[in-house]
């Protein structure tokens, strides 16, 4: 058996919520799929919500991981670093939505459904977004990011399959960038 760590039953918890859904899944399944009790398992986390926050925030990491930070040095134009920085975003939810369906409803209901968590997921992406862009001004960046909400959003997630996705994306984009003046 390996040694109990965080990392283990974050990784062992991401395997059984993907295999069997996060409804099937608690903490005393965990801690027997490692061989140990769901006591054990309280010395890393407060309870089943502090484990499916944190292995959703991980998880989601992952998947954005591109985004923290952006690479810049192959742009010409600010422009162009806030369209792929969006698209980036975009693909990456589109595409973990659709390859690993309970991770992103594990997601949607415990950061999105989580105002406090949401609103750190939400900063991050701020954060990111002002520092590969270089817009100073906060309300440019919450526009921007509600601008692009639809095609991140874990709320409009069903509708994704029934659109063209990148076509919609770039209407969106056309008329984002004429009103983006740097």
Do not use: C
Not at 72 to 100: A, G, Q, V
Not at 128 to 152: D, H, W
Request: hydrophobic share 40%.
């Amino acid at each position: 058996m390996k040694t109990l760590s965080k990392e283990l039953i974050l990784e062992t918890a991401h395997r059984m919520v993907a295999e069997q859904g996060m409804e099937k899944v608690n903490l005393s399944k965990v801690g027997k799929e490692l061989g140990t009790s769901h006591a054990a398992i309280y010395k890393y986390f407060t309870g089943k919500e502090e484990l499916w926050t944190e292995l959703a925030l991980s998880w989601l990491d992952n998947e954005l991981t591109k985004l923290f930070p952006f690479d810049t040095k192959n742009y010409s134009s600010t422009k162009e670093i806030i369209h792929d920085w969006f698209w980036i975003l975009s693909e990456s939810k589109y595409k973990s939505y659709h390859r690993e369906p309970e991770m992103f409803k594990l997601y949607t209901t415990y950061i999105d459904g989580n105002p406090p968590v949401l609103a750190r997921h939400l900063t991050e992406l701020l954060s990111s977004l002002k520092e590969a862009s270089r817009i100073e001004n906060n309300s440019t960046l919450k526009a921007l990011l509600v601008a692009f909400s639809y095609f991140s959003a874990p709320s409009f997630a069903e509708n994704w399959s029934q659109i063209d996705f990148k076509g919609e994306f770039e209407a969106v984009w056309k008329l984002v960038e004429v009103g983006i003046i740097l």
